[in-house]
């Protein structure tokens, strides 16, 4: 039979607190589950406001059900009579074993839909960028923000405030009453133009700094269809990481082979490319980029590179050399490796000749449930520079 609760005329809606607890399930299942989630290929490159849907393990959508049996309780056959035992055999019945199927419900898979908006938002609630200092700005970058300071005696429409009035009002009865004891204080008192108020504000300006994210990919013959496809998912992560948490800062987007050159956002993550690999290319290019546009002593400076460690071995040198001259530059240096294997030639170089710059973070990134906690690994970067 259907189980309810019994109904009591509150004047509230009973169903309210229910979706409220159940929206606090479903935005729980999806923070336990954000890694399987942003692993999906189908995410990569959607717009913000592009829904998808999400398979999520053990939630039922709300509805009525029936009451559950309890432990210890099974389903007879209709012929039991009291005083009855319940055998092993008639207790597992209806349930699937081995190859035979069975009749009572599995796991259930609740699909919901959320934007990649409202995902990214669930995902860097706690994350910043490493490192962020307060550089003397090249150009005014402000956010603006007005906040209530008082009340004044006149104002737009827009900042009337309409409790203070009747507070004005208020007092001002109550003063007449006081000099005039033969006013009923029951009898209509009009409201008054000297009444009136509107909200003082004031305008607050907050200095933003100047930051600038270079990401560089590696797109050689040696980047196979899978590792590309990582590397685009851990810099769309990236991208929309940078998109939510700050307003003012400019992206740089940079592919190599056996040479480099900027490239449009959709051209990163979209286009292949085939060739060698020269990595000191890439680096050189963004040492060029941030040498005519991007002055460090103004700019915050943050470049990432991913690669599957596969280089021209005359380059390597080269690449090094270049790589240190990001570190002595860059607020955060990030090399993400894109490998199927533990020995990489590049990881060894970089382990041992970068090892004295704090702001170098290396992270492998072996398969797609790698992406995220790599992710966080770069950017929560606590070391002390």
């Not at 150009?139 to 300071?149: A, G, I, P, Y």
């Not at 991208?239 to 082979?257: G, P, R």
């Amino acid at each position: 039979m259907g189980v309810f609760r019994e109904y009591h005329n509150t004047g509230k809606d009973r169903s309210q607190e229910d979706r409220r607890r159940h929206r606090e399930l479903v935005e729980d299942a999806i923070k336990k589950n954000i890694g399987d989630i942003i692993a999906e290929e189908n995410i990569i490159g959607q717009n913000k406001e592009k829904k998808i849907k999400i398979p999520i393990k053990g939630i039922k959508e709300y509805r009525f059900i029936h009451g559950i049996n309890g432990q210890g309780v099974s389903t007879g056959t209709g012929e039991e009579q009291r005083g009855d035992r319940i055998t092993k055999k008639q207790r597992q019945l209806g349930q699937g074993n081995g190859d035979q199927a069975g009749n009572n419900e599995g796991e259930d898979i609740y699909e919901t839909e959320i934007t990649i908006e409202d995902l990214v938002n669930y995902l860097f609630e706690n994350l910043d960028l490493p490192f962020m200092e307060r550089k003397k700005l090249s150009q005014l970058e402000t956010e603006r923000t007005f906040k209530k300071s008082g009340y004044k005696r006149k104002g737009v429409p827009p900042r009337f405030a309409k409790k203070r009035t009747v507070v004005e009002k208020i007092k001002r009865k109550k003063a007449y009453i006081r000099s005039h004891e033969d006013l009923d204080d029951d009898k209509r008192f009009p409201f008054h133009n000297e009444d009136i108020r509107y909200y003082r504000v004031k305008e607050e300006q907050r200095r933003e700094s100047n930051a600038v994210v270079i990401c560089i990919m590696d797109t050689s013959g040696s980047m196979d269809q899978t590792k590309k496809y990582l590397a685009r998912s851990f810099y769309f992560l990236l991208y929309q990481f940078i998109l939510m948490k700050y307003q003012n800062i400019e992206i740089v987007f940079i592919a190599h082979s056996t040479t480099a050159k900027e490239v449009t956002e959709d051209e990163f993550f979209h286009k292949g490319e085939s060739g060698g690999t020269y990595i000191s290319s890439g680096y050189g290019k963004a040492l060029k980029v941030i040498e005519e546009r991007y002055d460090p002593s103004y700019w915050n400076v943050y470049c990432f590179h991913c690669s599957d460690g596969d280089n021209w071995r005359e380059d390597n040198e080269r690449a090094v050399e270049n790589a240190k001259k990001l570190c002595q530059i860059c607020n955060l240096f990030g090399y993400g490796e894109i490998k199927s294997t533990n020995f990489s030639v590049m990881k060894s170089l970089y382990t041992k000749s970068l090892k004295e710059y704090n702001n170098f973070s290396l992270v492998i990134i072996s398969k797609k449930e790698d992406i995220w906690p790599s992710f966080k690994k770069m950017l929560e970067n606590d070391k002390e520079g």
